[in-house]
């Protein structure tokens, strides 16, 4: 069930950074137009590898210093501010969601390589890589193979008419397709991590 769960977390996550990334351009020149989009996405190219890397050297203290639920609880909160920031046709408030993207890229990433890779229990040591290949393939066929449909709904559709209105109907779509895994990953984690002493104690004789 936890590696279900994770799965689609980060396949929806994946889903919705790489629309955010191939049509965050588009997006913009429909809110503000072209000159302000240029501005915007400069910043966004620029602000996303740094605020990442940095970000990851205080990921790896905070990991060892949180139960294992914590960082999902972590990115259901980036995660929903991040598209909620999307959803806003605001200027602050898409500068707020460009510096926030590699932040919560790198976070939901960090996090389920560390899950996986800390919990012997769970993924045994020597399948975390042959773990780590299935769970990729299937977060890249939900993410990637399902973007390009998305994408054509937004530049080809017929309802409702207005392109903007077309892309905050997917942003909703992808708030409210995350909202409830992320809701039920931190609860289900938890669960796991409380049950695992007892399966210590009965697992010790073997």
Known sequence: GHNVLLVFSMGIFNLFSTIYLTTHQDNFDLMFGAATSSILS???????PI???????????FFASVSSETPFVVILI???????????DNLKAQYVAAFMFGLVRMFNWATFYHYISSNPMLYKPHLVG???????MMIAIIGDALSPLLMSYTANGTNPPSK????QILKIFLLFSQLPINILLPWWVRRQRLREPSERK?????
Do not use: W
Request: net charge neutral; aromatic share 18%; proline share 2%.
């Open 51 to 61: 605020i990442g890397f940095v970000g990851s050297f205080l990921a790896v203290p």
């Open 42 to 48: 400069n910043q966004l190219n620029f602000a996303f």
């Open 164 to 167: 903007a209105a077309r892309y």
């Open 130 to 136: 042959r773990c780590l290949g299935y769970n990729g």
């Open 78 to 88: 980036l995660n929903t501010a991040f598209v909620a920031c999307e959803m806003v």
């Open 202 to 206: 009965e697992g010790g004789g073997f």
